[in-house]
């Protein structure tokens, strides 16, 4: 059993965890096809495919990413990578019962999540109205709803994962 551990400043470094003993057992470098260091913002374990999904938190070239990395957990090798049209990627949710990622856009410019079906390689761009930044992003895969905060307005808006629009604001 393994931890992936990110770090919060931007580092091309992390960490493999052994979750029994809670030791640091490898120091990871992942590069992408050109030879770029990617910079995770945030690891996801997808258990049913023993994969890490990735989203590069900014290029070291171009400060900019756009990259969502496929790794397969076993031998750290990059299994692909798809180029979408977000700009810089925030955190983001995965609900690995339909294999699809919301991501919040970091600048929080464009009030957008971006949605995208890693089976696929389908990207949607949710665009929350009237909002003025979104905040983090959860998903309940029991339900397949998807919740979204906005805390400027103390909002909370819920979204229908099969349809990927709003149903309901709290």
Known sequence: EKIWVAYDEPSVT?????????????????KDEKGIDIIPDQIYFYPKKNQLILVDRFNLNSFISNKIFIV??????LIE???????????????????VLYIRDILGLNNKV?????????????TIENSKGI????????NNEIYVTIPSENKILIIDGNTNKIVDVS
């Open 81 to 99: 990578s798809f180029s979408f049209k977000f700009i810089s990627a925030g955190p983001f949710a995965f609900n690995e019962n339909t294999g």
């Open 135 to 142: 905040g983090t992003i959860a998903v309940n895969p029991n």
């Open 14 to 30: 992390f960490d493999v965890i052994d979750n029994i003993n809670n030791d640091s057992i490898e120091k990871m470098i992942l």
């Open 114 to 126: 971006f949605v995208i079906d890693i089976n696929e390689g389908e990207e949607i761009d949710l």
């Open 72 to 77: 397969d957990a076993t031998n750290n090798n």
